[in-house]
């Protein structure tokens, strides 16, 4: 049997046969690959950016597009979230579980920062 591609590695099938299989989910391969072994975790990438894989399997970790926001470990640009705008007189308040909400103002104070 000639070599697996990339992201597969080779294993033998209920009919010992072999067969070349995906490596598991937020995993990377060589060609040639023999044993699930040889597939790789991908890194993980920092709160507000998104891994990003290229067609030569590079992995880097962009940066969300300008209003959203991303928990760590993302994996696409479609998990990046728009972040909320806020009426005069209310603040964004983002809790401990990253859910943002508006909340007006105390009494007897102001904002104009709409955000």
């Known amino acids: 049997m000639a070599e697996c591609e990339k992201n597969k590695y080779r294993n033998v099938d209920e009919d010992n ?11 990377l391969s060589d060609a ?13 990438c920092e709160k507000n950016k998104y891994r990003n894989v290229d ?5 880097t970790c962009v940066e969300c597009p300008v209003n959203t926001l991303l928990d760590a470990g ?8 728009p972040v909320v705008e806020c009426e005069n007189n209310e603040y964004r308040n983002v809790d401990e579980h990253d859910n943002v909400t508006c909340v007006e103002c105390p009494a007897n104070t102001l904002s104009d ?3």
């Open 55 to 59: 067609d030569h399997d590079n992995v």
């Open 113 to 115: 920062d709409v955000s």
């Open 74 to 81: 993302s994996t696409d640009v479609s998990q990046c979230l």
């Open 17 to 27: 046969g072999v067969i070349c299989v995906e490596c598991p989910a937020n995993t």
């Open 32 to 44: 040639g690959s023999t044993e699930v072994s040889q597939c790789l975790a991908m890194a993980e």
